[in-house]
């Protein structure tokens, strides 16, 4: 079978309607969570879900949607052993987040090999992209380095965004900013570039018809990977 991403910011509807098309195609279909929020994955390496339960313990609120805008992170200490400390745990984060990535890739290769279509709830590459990938020459080495690793991750065959103006989620979820959901909007659809069959779907509607579209464009392109034609990009 194949892969199909359901990608966008959060309030977009991605894991409603992801949930949603386990029942509504007629083939199997395997939905997996590919974002980094460890309350919503539902695969994870014992790694992971161990810094998660470390950090739990220590008060600290665990990341529950793609990267932070770099202009909000706070600047590196200057203190050199501080400094130090801080790249070392960088990395070690760097080293979990990309065998995690990979693990999830693994999960998905096998489900695709036994016949599913195989559902991802957001995208690394897609969350990423913006600020790992493609982001300004002077970001953290680690950054960069992650940027390199994505830049290689296999992209799902199918992509679709679920695209929804600023106002509507912010109305939804009340996080973030106008100008910040905005933003974040034209980075998801500047992935039309660097993703193949690209797809935008309205998602400010209710989500039963939301859910049609996304079924209509899937049913499509399997047609076309059934009859051998290559599918439009």
Do not use: C
Request: no cysteine; charged share 25%; hydrophobic share 40%.
């Amino acid at each position: 079978m194949f892969t199909v991403a359901l990608i966008g910011p959060d309030g977009a509807g991605k894991t409603t309607v992801a949930r949603r098309l386990e029942h509504a195609l007629p083939v199997a279909v395997k939905y997996l969570y590919m974002g980094i929020n460890p309350d919503a994955s539902n695969h994870a390496l014992p790694t992971t879900r161990l810094v998660h339960a470390l950090k739990r313990a220590r008060g600290v609120q665990p990341d529950t949607a793609g990267p932070r805008d770099p202009r909000t992170l706070a600047q590196p200490s200057r203190n050199g052993g501080k400094r130090v400390v801080s790249t070392a745990r960088s990395f070690l984060r760097l080293a979990n987040r990309l065998a995690e990535e990979w693990h999830r890739q693994l999960v998905a290769s096998l489900h695709v090999r036994r016949g599913s279509i195989v559902v991802f709830d957001r995208h690394f590459l897609a969350d990423y992209y913006a600020y790992d990938v493609a982001g300004e020459a002077t970001r953290p080495l680690s950054r960069r380095l992650h940027g390199f690793f994505l830049s290689r991750y296999p992209r799902p065959d199918l992509v679709i965004y679920l695209d929804a103006p600023a106002e509507v989620l912010l109305a939804r979820k009340g996080e973030g900013t106008l100008e910040s959901l905005a933003r974040r909007r034209l980075e998801y659809l500047d992935l039309a570039r660097v993703m193949r069959n690209f797809r935008v779907v309205d998602a400010s509607r209710p989500v039963n018809e939301v859910t049609d579209d996304v079924v209509e464009l899937i049913d499509a392109f399997s047609a076309g990977r059934t009859l051998g034609t290559t599918a439009p990009s």
